[in-house]
């Protein structure tokens, strides 16, 4: 047989070999066998590597799993063949999305609204709202989640969408559209999430709003389905702590945050907030083992380390109180409580006068409104004329 015939056999063969298994990848799928059908696509890709229906089944399947890397592989395979695919790119950025690759997500969704013959896709929307959120461009964020709803009433991540914008709500201080959302999904929450979250939601919302007595009834709500859940234990304990409850108890405040504590023993912030309610009965002993078991279990939290120098400020130990701050702020320099603290301190010792007011002006560029800083600024200022 001549070499001209026997190539056109070899490509005939190939081609129905790679059919072949992208039909019994079909068939898989099909039979609900995604394993057999992911291996089906492979096989069929062995076969012709530039197979676009294979790759793009292999990618859809393995993107369905949540197998992100390997489907961001096979949409990558895709558009190097055709790069002009929009709704590749759209389902290439939410693999990088899944896999926290934002600056690539935004790339690809950018290359999917310029690809796309019609652009208005829920999926697409919904995809580029999760990244703006992770970002925290919480307008934008807002804005991509209403397209959808607006496209689909009936999405099928509309539930998720509320429960996002809850919380961008609840971060903008919209509180009233936070406790809609909230309030909406309570009966049908987005998995993993149940309705014991979003009544924690609802009780957040509530304390933000300084309805404290709504909020209590949320949290008592969780410990009624759930007594021992960690985290109603933890709000409420931190409630019945808070100055200006018409209930504030102290003694109950230790008595919920031990019980948490005991609930989940790997939570550092309960045992931050012993460590706050005991400062503020004055019991610095007690106060400081709390703290030290919330560093040991993160020591990165800078709000930790904060109150850990005020602590330190307060028994006299100001070069320990010192070296709290400046790890508090090694690790997040833009906290004003901090640097309020710390020129506290400058004041107080050694005279320190130029330090302090430097401390007190980055705490006043942070948080430009707060009345206690600027009074204390203005007063330095005068006395030692710097500024």
């Given at each position: 047989?001549a070499?001209?015939?026997?190539?056109?056999?070899?490509?005939?063969?190939?081609?129905?070999?790679?059919?072949?298994?992208?039909?019994?990848?079909?068939?898989?799928?099909?039979?609900?066998?995604?394993?057999?059908?992911?291996?089906?696509?492979?096989?069929?890709?062995?076969?012709?590597?530039?197979?676009?229906p294979?790759?793009?089944?292999?990618?859809?399947?393995?993107?369905?799993?949540?197998?992100?890397?390997?489907?961001?592989?096979?949409?990558?395979?895709?558009?190097?063949?055709?790069?002009?695919?929009?709704?590749?790119?759209?389902?290439?950025?939410?693999?990088?999305?899944?896999?926290?690759?934002?600056?690539?997500?935004?790339?690809a969704?950018?290359?999917?609204?310029?690809?796309?013959?019609?652009?208005?896709?829920?999926?697409?929307?919904?995809?580029?709202?999760i990244?703006?959120?992770?970002?925290?461009?919480?307008?934008?964020?807002?804005?991509?989640?209403?397209?959808?709803?607006?496209?689909?009433?009936?999405?099928?991540?509309?539930n998720?969408?509320?429960?996002?914008?809850?919380?961008?709500?609840?971060?903008?201080?919209?509180?009233?559209?936070?406790?809609?959302?909230?309030?909406?999904?309570?009966?049908?929450?987005?998995?993993?999430?149940?309705?014991i979250?979003?009544?924690?939601?609802?009780?957040?919302?509530?304390e933000?709003?300084?309805?404290?007595?709504?909020?209590?009834?949320?949290?008592?709500?969780?410990?009624?389905?759930?007594?021992?859940?960690?985290?109603?234990?933890?709000?409420?304990?931190?409630?019945?702590?808070?100055?200006?409850?018409?209930?504030?108890?102290?003694?109950?405040?230790?008595?919920?945050?031990?019980?948490?504590?005991?609930?989940?023993?790997?939570?550092?912030?309960?045992?931050?907030?012993?460590?706050?309610?005991?400062?503020?009965?004055?019991?610095?002993?007690?106060?400081?083992?709390?703290?030290?078991?919330?560093?040991?279990?993160?020591?990165?939290?800078?709000?930790?380390?904060?109150?850990?120098?005020?602590?330190?400020?307060?028994?006299?130990?100001?070069?320990?109180?010192?070296?709290?701050?400046?790890?508090?702020?090694?690790?997040?320099?833009?906290?004003s409580?901090?640097?309020?603290?710390?020129?506290?301190?400058?004041?107080?010792?050694?005279?320190?006068?130029?330090?302090?007011?430097?401390?007190?002006?980055?705490?006043?560029?942070?948080?430009?409104?707060?009345?206690?800083?600027?009074?204390?600024?203005?007063?330095?200022?005068?006395?030692?004329?710097?500024?």
């Open positions: 047989m070499q001209p015939q026997l190539q056109v056999l070899s490509q005939k063969l190939t081609r129905l070999n790679e059919e072949t298994w992208i039909l019994a990848g079909s068939l898989a799928q099909q039979l609900d066998q995604p394993d057999f059908a992911i291996f089906a696509y492979e096989t069929a890709l062995r076969h012709n590597p530039y197979s676009i294979a790759l793009t089944e292999a990618a859809t399947m393995c993107k369905g799993r949540e197998i992100h890397q390997k489907a961001a592989t096979y949409f990558e395979r895709i558009l190097h063949i055709d790069e002009n695919k929009g709704e590749i790119w759209g389902a290439l950025g939410h693999c990088y999305l899944m896999m926290d690759n934002l600056q690539k997500a935004y790339t969704y950018q290359q999917a609204l310029d690809k796309l013959p019609n652009a208005m896709e829920p999926g697409l929307w919904y995809g580029i709202g990244l703006y959120d992770k970002y925290g461009s919480y307008k934008v964020a807002e804005e991509a989640f209403a397209a959808v709803l607006k496209m689909d009433p009936n999405f099928e991540k509309a998720e969408i509320y429960y996002r914008l809850g919380f961008i709500y609840m971060q903008q201080a919209k509180y009233d559209l936070s406790l809609q959302c909230f309030e909406y999904i309570q009966n049908c929450p987005p998995k993993p999430l149940t309705k979250d979003i009544w924690l939601k609802i009780g957040h919302v509530h933000q709003q300084k309805e404290y007595t709504l909020a209590r009834s949320d949290y008592e709500r969780v410990l009624k389905e759930v007594p021992n859940h960690a985290k109603g234990l933890q709000h409420l304990g931190w409630l019945y702590h808070i100055d200006g409850t018409s209930f504030r108890n102290p003694e109950l405040a230790i008595s919920f945050l031990t019980r948490s504590s005991e609930s989940d023993p790997d939570d550092a912030f309960t045992f931050y907030q012993l460590g706050r309610c005991y400062m503020a009965q004055g019991k610095h002993t007690k106060a400081y083992e709390a703290y030290q078991k919330a560093v040991f279990k993160d020591e990165k939290d800078p709000r930790f380390w904060c109150s850990i120098g005020v602590l330190y400020f307060q028994i006299g130990q100001a070069k320990d109180a010192l070296d709290a701050y400046i790890r508090a702020i090694s690790f997040d320099s833009h906290i409580e901090v640097w309020f603290n710390l020129g506290i301190l400058y004041e107080s010792c050694n005279n320190q006068m130029n330090d302090a007011i430097d401390a007190f002006s980055r705490a006043l560029e942070l948080d430009p409104g707060n009345a206690q800083i600027k009074a204390r600024l203005d007063a330095l200022t005068r006395q030692h004329g710097k500024r």
